[in-house]
């Protein structure tokens, strides 16, 4: 497909969205709809010449169905179609579980279905496909009512991460809190683009380099759609989402890869019924033998289960918030541990103002598994302050990719061991790029790893202060992050 007549198809889908949002449909609803209708469109699609799959969609609910039908008759068959085809087995089932029809005017429903029956998506390039859904999800993510946010990694951030981790083929890469899929497809890309891939390899990416985990229904749903737009899976293949709550157990998995921005929030997202039968949060402590703590926090577990999650040699990647890094407790104890049966070499401290979800202070942990060993793994941790004088905002100063160029470059893919710091305090150069030594770390108070050395000129320079609107984002992450504490507290009082 020319690229005149993918934009065409882009802007085609985006002006219809506007036209359903004064009807009261949000980016969350349409994105559904419309992940029903493509994928419905794309089987009708590989089960004609030239591939002639044969496709586990009972005749009567097939795309013809929807085409042929107007008025009340097809607001009550997709309804009905919807219902049925949740219960279906494979990605088929998986994608409709729980569908809903969200349009209820019939005309806009038979002119979307208009629209995509046009279109001959099966020819249609992943990275086209790709393109208007993940531009559909970045809407929906800003969307702040619809909550998405928060399963939304910023598409640049995971793009360094992936530039930094540099996934091989034939290796296993695994996102046990994979939101709808962004570091997958990212890595995905990332193979597809580096190395020349043979038949075996080829195979390999589609079916077995890829697992994840995602237990919000409608958020895995989009997942399982967007890996199936850039051509991994097959329709009636096993799909590699799980909507299981990964760290209930350890399932046996063992990767080459993580990569990963678990959710923020201290508490479990379980629930549970108590005996007047209301729902009851659980602050969960999962107790596991692989843990070398036990805790309510959510994201000390992940990182404990991601390094289950590796094998001997694998590689991690991780978003976690702040307290990950100075928490004492169960959070000294997993520091100390990861310190020593780990190389934990790497922390990006991350800028607040790039996240959907206002109030979060973030770093990036990069680590290597290794086997058993009575020494340290860890000699140096390197971190990259990229958090001090520097502010982002989503919609007038978006974080870009070349902003994290300088990081990639310190970072050294070609030979990490040949690192070089940028601070040099002889010279009065305060740059972002430090190293420490593991003695150094386990000697601070709570082997805290939340380390900073360059003088923030907010507090140095009152003649020079940002502008408000900088100002202003940072006392609402203040806010919001001072909210949060409050509301872990609350709930310890409960």
Known sequence: MSENNSTGVVSKIWSFCNTLRDDGVGYGDYLEQLTYLLFLKMADEYAKPPYNRVMMIPTEYRWESLVEKKGA?????????????????????????????????????????????????STMGADIKGQIYEGLLEKNAEDVKSGAGQYFT??????????????????TISDPACGTGGFLLAAYDSIIQNHSLD???????????????????????????????????????????SPADSLVADTGLRVDY????????????????????????????????????????????FVQHIRTLLKSDGKAAVVVPDNVLFEGGAGETVRKKLLETTDFHTILRLPTGIFYKQGVKANVIFFDNKPANKEAWTKEVWIY??????????????????DLDDFVACYNTASRHKREE?????TNQEGRWRKFSYEDIINRDKTSLDITWIKDKNLAD????????????????????????FREIMSKMQ
């Open 73 to 121: 008759e097809l607001e009550s068959h997709y309804s009905n179609l919807l219902r049925e085809l949740g219960k279906q087995a494979g990605t088929l089932g998986q994608i409709f579980t729980k569908s809903q029809n969200k349009i209820q005017d019939p005309a806009k429903l038979y002119k979307l279905i208009d629209m995509i029956d046009k279109e001959q998506w």
């Open 154 to 171: 910023p598409r640049a951030l995971i793009k360094v991460i992936v530039k930094c981790m540099q996934p091989e083929p034939m290796k």
């Open 199 to 241: 038949k075996e390899q080829k195979h390999f990416l589609k079916f077995k380099t890829f697992f994840g985990n995602e237990i919000v229904a409608n958020t895995r749903r989009l997942a399982l759609m967007n890996m199936f737009l850039h051509n991994i899976g097959d329709i009636d293949s096993e799909n590699f989402i």
């Open 258 to 301: 993580v990569l990963t921005n678990p959710p923020f929030g201290k508490k479990s997202s379980m629930t549970f019924t108590n005996e007047e039968g209301e729902q009851e949060s659980d602050s969960l402590t999962y107790n596991r033998q692989d843990f070398w703590a036990t805790s309510s926090n959510k994201q000390l577990n």
């Open 385 to 402: 302050d990229f958090r001090t004088n520097i502010h982002f905002t989503l919609k007038k100063n978006p974080l870009e990719l070349t």
């Open 422 to 426: 940028t601070w040099h305090p002889e």
């Open 462 to 485: 009152l003649d020079n202060l940002p502008d408000p609107d900088v100002l202003a984002m940072d006392i609402v992450e203040n806010i919001e992050a001072a909210l949060e504490n």
